[in-house]
């Protein structure tokens, strides 16, 4: 489509079947709607220079000489167009598909709560061919999901199987590998596809994390069966962002390989897009050590209201050794119950009571978790699980300072169990502004 239909189509100086056409074409294509709104721009910035927004329809037909500036204008706005979708590393493209990837709701979001991305598809390649995001799970290459398509003889050959994996760039410096894990509709133009972080599995060296609950937009939601079905602490890892911080998704997309060539078009060079999300929250330094683990006390903030805010214990062990201890449980032990953490508000010297009525799953394998040396386990529960009396804690006024206490003592054990850890651990304190 060259410069001039777009001009001739944002200024209405087509026919109707030209301008049916072209609307067809824009409302498919992401690209072209970029360009059309460079262009709506182009000419909204240049009418109010030139303040003509109140001059009557018979003098702006007559006085058509401002529709050449606006073109000279648009071939500026759009080269610029152009050069900010080459340089953007939100888009990548090749000769089979193009991808376009931005956070849902905004870079901003909550650490642990539900993020997404929006992924926009669009095929570049000639022919009936459909595309098609698969499943891509760690132990799986391109071969061997392109084998896979031999047991689909009836879509062999009309569609190219599209696979996304993805290295997670870490507020810490870390680098983390990741796969969507996520099956799509198969598309032949174009497809909208909004994923879950948590949709990508990863490759982690850390205990998993407790979930007291589960992540929805912006909150933490109490539900404590959900982990059991979505995210087992047995099955694979799937990705939370966990660091308050900037973090960069990078994500890279790849054909399966055909069993036998030519079956479908396969792409030279992977596709690279990145996006960038602000993992938010409030937090605390570290606590004193305690034979060789120490905590601090992670707030999200962001979230639709205070009471529902992931509230989060990290433990991180920086002993020498591999240490087990439970976080959840009713015990004998003279310890908080369910969980095995107090949180305290202000100089109060007694902690906030863990409401009555929680319906708490104490599920086996949260139970006694290995946590190897030089890692962090998080444990995510949600504020108003706790009470202050008969308080909440947005009922408290003012500027608020909370911190958290962990305490574990086991009811029985082995006197040569190298592995197991009591104690108690106490994180630095945050600040919450009103």
């Known amino acids: 489509m060259t410069d001039s239909d777009l001009t001739a189509f944002v200024h209405g100086e087509l026919d109707a079947r030209r301008t049916s056409e072209l609307q067809k074409q824009v409302a498919a294509d992401a690209s072209l ?18 303040d003509t927004a109140e001059a009557p329809p018979r003098v702006r037909a007559t006085n058509a000489w401002w529709r050449q500036l606006v073109a000279v204008a648009a071939l500026f706005v759009l080269a610029a167009v152009f050069v900010m979708m080459r340089g953007d590393p939100a888009f990548a493209r090749n000769d089979i598909v193009s991808l376009r990837a931005s956070v849902h709701g905004g870079v ?24 098609h995001v698969r499943p891509y799970r760690f132990g799986d290459t391109p071969e061997t999901v392109g084998r896979e398509q031999l047991k689909s003889p009836e879509v062999l050959g009309k569609i190219v199987p599209l696979l996304v994996s993805a290295t997670l760039h870490a507020p810490d410096g870390s680098r983390i590998a990741a796969r969507l894990d996520a099956d799509s509709e198969a598309f032949r133009e174009t497809a909208d596809q909004r994923v879950l972080l948590r949709q990508f599995t990863i490759e982690a060296g ?66 690279v897009a990145a996006v960038k999300i602000i993992a938010t929250g409030i937090v605390s330094d570290w606590g004193p050590e305690h034979d060789g683990l120490r905590a601090r006390f992670v707030l999200a903030t962001g979230c639709t209201d205070l009471d529902h ?27 908080p119950q369910p969980f095995h953490f107090d949180l305290l508000a202000g100089n109060d010297a007694e902690p906030g009571q863990q409401r009555d009525g929680l319906a708490v799953v104490i599920p086996h394998d949260a139970l006694m978790v290995p946590h190897p040396a030089g890692t962090v386990r998080s444990l995510i529960v949600c504020a108003d699980y706790w009470r202050f009396g008969e308080r909440r804690l947005t009922d408290i006024p003012g500027e608020i300072t909370l911190r958290v206490r962990f305490h574990f003592e086991a009811f029985v054990w082995v006197g040569t169990d190298t592995e197991l850890w009591q104690g108690a651990l106490t994180t630095g304190a945050v600040r919450v502004p009103r």
């Open 108 to 131: 901003s979001q909550p650490i642990f709560t539900d993020v997404a991305l929006d992924l926009s598809w669009q095929k570049q390649l000639d022919g009936p061919h459909w595309l």
């Open 309 to 335: 805010a992931p509230l989060v214990l990290q433990i991180q062990n920086v002993g020498e050794r591999q240490r087990r201890y439970n976080v959840i449980g009713m015990t004998q032990a003279k310890v």
């Open 206 to 271: 850390t205990p998993p994390p407790y979930l007291g609950g589960r992540p929805g937009e912006r909150r933490w939601i109490e539900d404590f069966r959900w982990a059991f079905a979505e995210m087992p602490a047995d099955g694979p890892r799937r990705l939370l962002l966990d660091q308050a911080g900037e973090w960069t998704i990078e994500l890279r997309v790849e054909s399966a390989v055909p069993p036998e060539p030519g079956l479908w078009p396969t792409f030279t060079e992977p596709l």
């Open 33 to 50: 709607r970029a360009r059309v709104d460079a262009l709506r721009a182009a000419d909204r910035a240049l009418l109010d220079a030139l």
